[in-house]
């Protein structure tokens, strides 16, 4: 039943999960595609202005003035170096290189340019730029190219903070640009001798990216976890419900089983009882079938307050408890003398070990003999000895009285004695699964226990036998 309900939960929680996950999904992707078409617009404006404004140009305004003297003034300088002497030929496009984009940082127009684009398109102020060179590659005589700048290339003239993923560091605050910021990229190049091809880009993004689209997809976040907390919502009542139907259920099957269980006894015992009377010997002598007719007529009792309670163990509470006064000697005796009857056969000892003087306690006799008899049943149940043997002892210490039930059995291991009076709960020793019983014993010895606001420890050593003792305010 514990395993079912496992599954049950197992599978509930798994859709729960696969169908958050989806939600989760669908969400991300949202997310996504906003935010590659964010500033579609404003990229657009912006790169139109600026393709506009560097035409016949490169990288910046003014920037073709700047690199032309560096690259074609040495344009045949570095041709013969690169024929004759390649360690020269790398020492010196180093040094031209480390110059050119040394002058383009100082020289950047490209500050004023955006400042302008952003007042004109009144564009967010937070907005910013990252102007990047991302390759360059001479042309030689008779076409032959020769890379002297690569962004994915490590150069030793070029510091760690000039150095991006997309090129060399020429303007701008924008740090850690996506490909998703690009707002340009443009190649220049010349089908003629003695020229220079280069790429350089152009990429703007907010500085707070992310938190702008997430200001743009709220809405859509709010209906996602609307959804979630709808979806969680429906599952959790609808196994809530399906929970407490399955709780009626049990109730009802424990009601059947917990009469079946209690109607055992008394049945057993009057049988027992009756058998003995249809003994010759016994009815030779009219002494021996009076102590018989009592024990029939107080388990007949018995069996009719069994039918007249409502064997509900939940609704055995203190306040509702109906108790009244005994003296625990003289009903411990008559209990275990009920009980004997129907263990006589089966080489069973019961022993009272009694104080000397009487002791009245307040409580329901039904609630406690059904306490005692559950307690009997499992010292028996649970011994594979030829001569079983229980104990009764009645000890007084501070201020309460000790009921203390010992046998002869195989004991209760250790990890096992927190769940033995769980509902339904059945040791899971070897040796033990052909044993009979609805594991309703301990727990129905447990709530009434409780019920008259008393106190059960539990000693036990496998293979020696077990010890309840039952605290008793007094």
Not at 136 to 156: C, G, H, M, W
Request: glycine fraction near 4%; charge should be neutral.
């Amino acid at each position: 039943m514990k395993y079912s309900l496992a599954i049950h939960k197992g599978i509930s929680l798994l859709g729960l999960v696969l169908l958050i996950a989806v939600l989760f999904y669908l969400t991300y992707n949202a997310f996504k595609l906003r935010d590659e078409q964010y500033q579609a617009a404003e990229k657009t404006l912006i790169n139109n202005r600026y393709t506009q404004r560097i035409r016949n140009d490169k990288v910046f305004p003014g920037g073709v003035a700047i690199i032309d003297p560096y690259l074609m003034g040495n344009m045949y300088t570095m041709e013969v170096l690169y024929d004759q002497d390649r360690v020269a030929f790398e020492h010196y496009k180093n040094r031209i290189l480390d110059s050119m984009f040394h002058a383009l940082r100082e020289t950047n127009t490209m500050d004023r340019l955006f400042a302008q684009i952003k007042a004109e398109y009144t564009l967010n102020e937070d907005l910013q730029y990252l102007l990047t060179i991302n390759s360059i590659q001479l042309v030689f005589k008779n076409l032959r190219v020769v890379t002297i700048y690569q962004a994915d290339e490590s150069y030793p003239f070029i510091p760690d903070s000039l150095k991006t993923r997309y090129g060399v560091y020429i303007g701008g605050k924008l740090g850690k640009p996506r490909p998703q910021n690009q707002i340009a990229g443009i190649t220049v190049s010349s089908p003629t001798d003695y020229n220079y091809w280069m790429t350089f880009s152009l990429y703007a993004d907010h500085s707070n990216r992310t938190w702008h689209i997430v200001k743009l997809m709220m809405p859509t976040f709010l209906l996602a976890l609307f959804a979630i907390g709808c979806v969680v919502s429906i599952y959790y009542i609808t196994f809530r419900n399906w929970i407490r139907q399955k709780k009626l259920a049990e109730m009802k099957s424990d009601f059947v089983n917990s009469i079946t269980h209690e109607f055992n006894t008394p049945l057993s015992t009057i049988i027992v009882a009756n058998k003995n009377m249809q003994n010759d010997k016994i009815l030779a002598d009219p002494n021996n079938i009076k102590p018989l007719t009592k024990i029939i007529e107080r388990q007949s009792l018995r069996l009719q307050k069994l039918f007249e309670q409502v064997m509900d163990i939940t609704t055995m509470d203190n306040s509702s408890l109906q108790k009244e006064a005994y003296e625990l000697n003289q009903l411990l005796y008559e209990i275990i003398t009920d009980y004997n009857v129907k263990a006589s056969v089966q080489h069973i000892a019961i022993e009272l070990n009694e104080v000397k003087q009487p002791f009245v306690v307040e409580l329901n006799r039904f609630f406690f003999t059904t306490m005692l008899f559950n307690l009997f049943d499992n010292a028996i149940k649970y011994n594979h000895n030829d001569h079983k043997r229980i104990t009764v002892t009645i000890e007084i210490a501070d201020a309460a009285i000790h009921l203390q039930i010992a046998d002869n059995g195989i004991g209760i291991p250790d990890q096992e004695i927190e769940h033995i009076f769980e509902k339904f709960y059945r040791i899971q020793k070897q040796g033990t699964q052909h044993i009979a019983g609805l594991g309703l014993g301990l727990y129905y010895t447990y709530q009434c226990i409780k019920s008259h606001g008393w106190t059960l420890s539990v000693t036990s050593e496998e293979m020696k036998g077990s010890q309840f003792t039952i605290n008793i305010p007094y």
